[in-house]
């Protein structure tokens, strides 16, 4: 038996296959959906969901919820901190609650489970999601996206030769646009661009801001008070013109009272809307395709429940949005598809995701090496050769970089090892570098010394960790701000190094005296271009002052090659 789970940022739920159909389970109250809340309290006792949620107005500070924000990042939250448990440790006991409740529902033992995960989660916050799985008891057998989960769920009853959908996933904390494929059964990410703090509770807080106009003591009691008000008000406006905000004596003497109407909220909600538009927007360009090639858009997430958002969406994609699907339980039941498919009781489907950012390493003059690009269907294996920058360099450093800037210092270090290399002159040791990543999308980094066949294998799980998810959208656009000035750098540096490399052996070639007359002006006037151009710093200038010298010199190049071959034979003769 193998269950599904979408471990959600605000909510959580667990489904299996039952008799071919997809099902959630629902707790003893009959609820399929549980909050994604952890209450610990001072005694070490513990309680999950709701019944956590219920503890939130008197016990705030011992609460836990949105802890997917801090999987796999460095510490911050306060109340994480205050309770004393990591993100790992709390999603844990989300998840054995899940575990616990579809054990009671199926009546047998549960050890395996496919959970969900955005689209953009890096390869250590998905390693931590599975930690987090292990803690909990559940062997995690598979880790999926949840715009694929939302595709499966979708594709169960509308499969047709090929089909292109755009899953607009916008939850609690996290906003994912992903354009799949589906062709003959197989599914396939072309696409995926997000925020990963962006969603839901940026909507409580701007009511909240909104309430709060004229109030300026907010102790953290009030402020959780606040803002749940304000999450009702929002749900609420999915269905009323108007509602009225209420909280009597919030001090003990005064209280609160105000009409929010629907328009009001879409006036405060409109630049929220707009950040998901400009995520799809480069996600439609990434994918290669317009909106007319779409055959469906998926609306997924709590938030696609605004009527604001959907007529957003409807007027991006210029048609109608698919909400057939339960918009909180479609990541769930994809799960649930997944696992079963997994656990054989469910036709098999193939599923293929694609890589959030581009994998590569760093090279000479700081560069970046891209290994693995961008949008890269996952599970795949990509590998290049290096050859040693120095003479006798005895060992190499591989920086193991994510991003989509030219220069390595901009993107972000998963981790470096180092390798050694044969002693030998510049260029001739060799490391060759593979990159592997699995179908739950975990890298693993070999790099081989060819003359050994030495290997050393990293897996790129902990040290991740450090990396902020929050900067992966900033790391898109600003490859995207940055690019000019970036290609520019990346050219500079590139011809820097052929100049580097051929300064010197054409000053050889000059005092030498191998060439003379009208051949030695020309290159003498092509190496002070040279100069000039790699002091003044223009990289096409430097680029083609480069290429120039390069052709000034064949000549020489090609007799100094046929002297060293006559040399080489003259030496063998002599032994
Ligand atoms: P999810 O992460 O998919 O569970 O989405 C949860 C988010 O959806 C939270 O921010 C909820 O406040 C929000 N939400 C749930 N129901 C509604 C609704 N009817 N109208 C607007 N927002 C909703």
């Known amino acids: 038996m193998i269950v599904g789970i979408d471990l959600g940022t605000t909510h959580s739920a667990v489904g299996v296959v039952d008799s071919g159909f997809p099902i959630l389970l629902a707790d003893e109250e009959g609820r399929r959906i549980m909050p994604s809340a952890v209450w610990y309290g001072e005694q070490g006792d513990i309680e999950v969901g709701r019944k956590a949620m219920r503890r939130r107005g008197l016990d705030p500070m011992r609460v836990v919820t949105s802890v997917k924000r801090w999987m ?7 109340i994480l901190e205050n309770v004393g448990k990591s993100a790992e440790e709390v999603s844990a006991e989300i998840l054995r609650e899940l575990k616990r409740i579809a054990e009671w529902r199926l009546g047998e033992l549960v050890e395996k489970a496919v959970i969900t995960v955005p689209a953009y989660f890096n390869d250590g916050q998905r390693a931590a999601t599975k930690r987090a799985g292990e803690l909990a008891g559940l062997e995690v057998v598979r880790i999926l996206n949840e715009p694929t989960a939302a595709a499966l769920a979708y594709g169960m009853d509308k499969l047709k030769d090929r089909t292109r959908i755009a899953v607009y996933d916008l939850g609690g904390g996290t906003f ?6 589906m062709e003959d059964g197989v599914f396939q990410v072309l696409a995926t661009h997000g925020d990963t703090r962006l969603g839901g509770d940026d909507v409580d807080r701007l009511i909240f801001d909104w309430m709060a106009e004229g109030i300026y003591d907010f102790p953290q009691e009030r402020r959780i008070k606040f803002l749940e008000e304000a999450e009702r008000a929002k749900r609420m406006l999915s269905d009323e013109d108007a509602v009225t905000l209420r909280l009597p004596f919030y001090d003990g003497t005064s209280s609160f009272e105000k009409i929010l109407t629907r328009k009001d909220l879409n006036r405060i909600t409109k630049g929220w809307i707009e950040r998901t538009l400009k995520c799809s927007r480069q996600a439609m360009m990434d994918s290669g395709l317009k909106v007319e090639e779409l055959d469906a858009v998926v609306l997924v997430g709590g938030c696609t429940r605004m009527p604001a958002v959907r007529e957003a969406v409807a007027g991006f994609f210029k048609m109608k949005v698919d909400v057939t699907q339960h918009p909180d339980e479609a990541i769930a039941l994809g799960a649930a598809i997944q696992a079963g498919v997994m656990s054989g009781s469910m036709r098999k489907i193939v599923l293929l995701d694609v890589t959030p950012l581009s994998l ?3 090279t000479f003059g700081g560069l970046m090496n891209v290994i693995i690009a961008r949008n890269t269907t996952i599970p795949c294996k990509a590998g290049e050769m290096f050859a040693n920058a120095a003479d006798g360099q005895e060992k190499m450093r591989v920086r193991v970089l994510q991003g989509e800037r030219e220069m390595a210092r901009d993107n972000w270090e998963l981790g470096n090892f180092e390798v050694g290399m044969e002693i030998l002159p510049k260029g001739r040791a ?3 570098v593979q990159f592997k990543i699995d179908a739950d999308g975990i890298l693993e980094v070999l790099a081989r010394e060819i003359s050994t066949g030495r290997d050393v294998i990293m897996k790129i799980e902990s040290s991740a960790v450090n990396v902020d998810d929050a ?11 940055y690019a000019f000035e970036d290609i520019s750098e990346r050219i500079f540096t590139e011809a820097r190094i052929k100049a580097e490399e051929l300064i010197p052996a054409v000053e050889m070639i000059l005092s030498n005296g191998l060439v003379d007359g009208s051949e030695a002006k020309e290159i003498e006037e092509s190496l002070a271009a040279v100069k000039t151009a790699m002091s003044r710093g223009g990289a096409n200038l430097l680029k083609a002052a480069v290429q120039k010298l390069d052709l000034a ?5 090609a ?3 046929e002297k060293a ?8 003769m002599v032994i």
Do not use: F
């Not at 796999?72 to 306060?78: L, S, T």
């Open 471 to 481: 900067a992966v959208e900033a790391m898109v656009s600003a490859s995207v701000e």
């Open 565 to 572: 071959m006559e040399e080489a034979l003259a030496r063998e």
């Open 430 to 432: 060799r490391v060759g």
């Open 559 to 561: 007799k100094l090659v």
């Open 72 to 78: 796999g990042v460095p510490p911050g939250d306060p």
């Open 176 to 181: 994912d646009l992903t354009i799949l494929e």
């Open 360 to 362: 590569g390493i760093e």
């Open 553 to 557: 010199t064949e000549g020489v190049a």
